[in-house]
């Protein structure tokens, strides 16, 4: 039984271990330098979050609903609580009842892309 290990042996396991997070974060960076998709029936909109799940868009009362995503510029998940106050250009998606689902806050290139507003459709 040999319990020590040679310096070789060591080597390999860090050279390995390196190879493997680089591959382990490969796609991580590749998915930072595409642009976000958003659906084809997102609108456009100012949305101030009041006090969760009361928020305004373009300056009237709506709500989120229950379970609504909200994704940050960096496409990360956002808490409603932590966004009180602040006024945000946003794209969204209602959901059947008319309440708000899907959010994204937008970055300054993709608030220059026009988008409808909810006052554009009936």
Not at 11 to 20: G, H, Q, T
Not at 35 to 42: G, H, I
Not at 105 to 111: F, G, K, Q, S, W
């Amino acid at each position: 039984m040999n319990r020590c290990t040679s310096p070789l042996s060591s080597r390999r396991n860090s050279a390995l271990a390196l190879c493997l997070l680089a591959i382990s974060l490969w796609p991580a960076a590749q998915a930072q330098n595409l642009p976000r998709q958003f659906p084809a029936q997102a609108l456009r909109g100012t949305l101030v979050v009041v006090q969760p799940p009361a928020i305004t868009l373009d300056g009237k009362p709506a709500q989120l609903s229950p379970g609504a995503r909200i994704r940050s510029q960096n496409n990360m998940l956002a808490m409603s609580g932590a966004l009180v106050g602040q006024e945000l250009t946003v794209n969204y998606l209602l959901e059947s009842h008319g309440l708000v689902h899907e959010v994204w806050i937008l970055t300054p290139a993709e608030t220059a892309e026009k988008r409808p507003k909810a006052a554009s459709n009936p």
